[in-house]
């Protein structure tokens, strides 16, 4: 369930993109979704998956290319529609994808970077969970039972440089998966297994990474 949390989050986003684009693919207009940035970390003892940050809604030929290709590359994949685009990520560096289809040219900055604590410390209600515990680790677990059946406020602060985007959180089984904002209280049932998920970005590269606490 940890392993694949990551893509079912990548999977939604997915989903949700394709659906802004079904007008331009009806009118067969040429349009290149995506984000300007995208991060890929290497995180300890996970093996790196294609990240997925855009679409074309177009069956126009497409031209990708990687002003860095040691660093990482752009793969795409095709479908009825257009192509999903995809950054590999080969080693930490930067470089600049640019997706061109027809008149049209999209660059976007890839960031690969070596998992780095991003974080001081966490707060779930009256715990407070020290930062160094993900200096190796970007996951970890911590006691289910002091917070089971209540609404606790989670409260994480991130280390100089970083700022906090967001809180999602997974009961066992995915009974339910909901977004939060830093500060906010989150309903903690359903059993053990409960997961705690906290992106982050680093404000000086953009980057993003992300912190998991799992509640047994």
Known sequence: MKKTMKKLIALAVVFVMLLTAVPAFAS?????????TVSAVFYPNQKMHNQ????????KKIQVKSSNSRVGVCVTEKYEYGYSLYFRAKRPGTT?????????????????ANYTNPVSSIKLGSTTISGRKFNKADKITA???????????VNVKGK???KVL????LKKGWMKTERVKNGAKIPVN????????VTLENEKTGLQEMVQVTLN
């Open 166 to 169: 967001c809180v999602d959180y």
């Open 28 to 36: 067969g207009q040429s349009c290149i979704y995506g984000e300007d």
């Open 143 to 153: 006691s289910y039972a002091p917070h089971a059946n209540k609404k606790v406020k």
């Open 190 to 197: 359903g059993g053990r297994g409960y997961i705690v998920m």
């Open 160 to 162: 100089k440089g970083w």
């Open 96 to 112: 600049t994808l640019t997706i061109k289809v027809g008149n049209e040219t999209k660059k976007v900055k890839a960031i690969v």
């Open 52 to 59: 997925y940050f855009g679409s074309v809604g177009s069956t």
